[in-house]
């Protein structure tokens, strides 16, 4: 009987393709807290223990929920930290040994999980189901949802009944993954920024790459690239880069534009030039030739004969908060161009296409030419007090059209005002290029320490500093006269609950002070360059994962502001340790 059962088994693990097997791992972890509890209901520190999901006819460690004359219990159970995944229930024997009916909601906040569907605050179940009625069965275990959430309520509802409950568990799903990346500084909130940043991409790294747990359970090309900024500095050489890569495009034929945004097929060359800097995989570059081929030959098809981008695809897109200023989508779009075709060339010559990368070349000489007439008419006109404003200027800035010393009276006009989630990491790089290291720091900060200091243990799809007055923090029920952040603001697609409060591409500060306050910076998979840029640190150390393995470092201020810098790195690794330029 164990061999034919090994054999059956052998057999239906062949049958079983690479796509199909689950590479990510299942932890039960107990909620921290009650938020909140409203009825008949005892017990319910025992839902704080440890369990192991199983059901017992014992009357131990149990939870008791009771309904009567009209009133339904329910219990708010906070997990301590934002997940992907579901919840296990393991339910005890009630004296009528029925089935009970019970509403889940799953929240991102404690407002959320306290949410009633539709309305102004926009609850729904977008991309993943988070609130259902459901039965749950007598002396035995249910598993349910796949959402990204902190918070569960659980509502019984039905009449004159009772609900025992032995646990209540969050079903956590992820990649079980080292962090081979690593930064520590002088400044706790520096550190709590970087640490979010990895986790929030972390819980995206899902089947494929995924933008947000909640909502937009996609492939988003252009929100790729900060993730995969992210990627290369906490985790290293990923197969979910290439993998979201090919996904986008297997399912974008040429002449369509990914996700239907001409911008983001854009990044898409921008992100292979980026990991083959990283890795130098030239094998699985050389399987995206034919398509990066014909996709940088319509690029040039959009060009006028001055070099001025007219992209296709369903909309002209930058950032959900530069959608209104059309002066900053014309200047960022060109910018973007100016930036891909640099790349293209780059890949072309990688691949031998020298002719096709002599084109782009040309192009490129056009649309700097463009971006600059751009560039110049931009900085006159606006100064960053526009949402948009900061964006179009960081692009103006990182593909050369402007001076970045031009951009930063507009990148830190009234501080960290009209930074957004996606392109402040743009923002940031601009700062970094123009020197202005501390300067991006503080906004950095203040900006991303914002969310943390409202209880995010994530990032999220957008944030304004404006919403930071008189707001109730999203760990706690919204007071009388508090504002609701989660419900209550929101723009476009992300209104009310709707928003996404863990976000990859809000991930930008990790890479960034890995790249720049560590100062690492692959040269290519051979040679890593480290110039670090301390600002008011006082130390900074971290680690940082290359083609050739983990590279260490740390740098320590002296009394006469000199850094020292000791570095460990693996062999067949050329390290090139540069001093900061601003000492």
Known sequence: MRTLLLSLLSLATLSISAQQRDERVRDYLPPVRIVLMQGDISGQDNLLEPSDGQSEMSSRHLCRMKSSQGQQPAILLDFGREIHGGIRLVTGMPASQKPVNVRIRLGESVAEAMSEPGGKTNAGNDHAMRDFPMQLPWLGVAEVGNSGFRFVRIDLLDPDAELILREVNACFIYRDLPYLGSFRCSDPRLNQIWNTGAYTVHLNMQNYLWDGIKRDRLVWVGDLHPEVTTVATVFGPHSIVPRSLDLARQTTPLPGWMNDIGSYSLWWILIQRDWYRYYADLDY??????????????????????????????????????????????????????????????????????????????????????????????????????????????????????????????????????????????????LAMAGEYQQAMDLLGTYWGGMLELGATTFWEDFDLAWMENAARIDSLVPEGKTDVHGQYGA???????????????????????????????????????????????????????????????????????????????EGLKIIVKKPTEL
Not at 384 to 393: E, I, L
């Open 285 to 430: 570059l050389n399987e995206q030739k034919e398509y990066l081929s014909g996709l940088l030959k319509q690029v040039l098809s959009t060009l006028d004969k001055n070099g001025r981008e007219h992209l296709g695809g369903g909309m002209r897109f930058l950032d959900w908060p530069s959608n209104e200023n059309p002066d900053a989508i014309d200047a960022g779009l060109q910018s973007l161009t100016v930036m891909a075709l640099q790349a293209g060339s780059e890949l072309c010559r990688l691949l031998g296409d020298q002719e096709l990368a002599q084109q782009c070349d040309l192009a490129q000489k056009k649309a700097l030419k463009e971006a600059q007439k751009l560039g110049r008419s931009f900085l006159k006109n606006h100064d960053g007090s526009r949402k948009g404003d900061k964006q179009a200027a960081a692009l103006l800035a990182l593909c050369g059209a402007v001076p970045p010393q031009d951009v930063v009276e507009v990148l830190t006009h009234n501080g960290a005002a009209n930074f957004s989630t996606f392109y402040g990491y743009y923002m940031l790089e601009a």
């Open 492 to 570: 476009y697609c992300y209104v009310g609950f709707r928003h996404s409060l863990c976000h990859g591409w809000a991930s930008g500060p990790t890479s960034w002070l890995s790249r720049h306050v560590l100062g690492f910076y692959p040269a290519d998979a051979e040679t890593l360059v480290i110039e670090p840029h301390l600002g008011s640190l006082e130390w900074a150390e971290g680690s940082f994962p290359t083609a050739k393995g983990v590279v260490k470092v740390r740098h320590d201020k002296g009394p006469d502001g000199r850094v020292n810098t000791s570095v460990k790195a693996p």
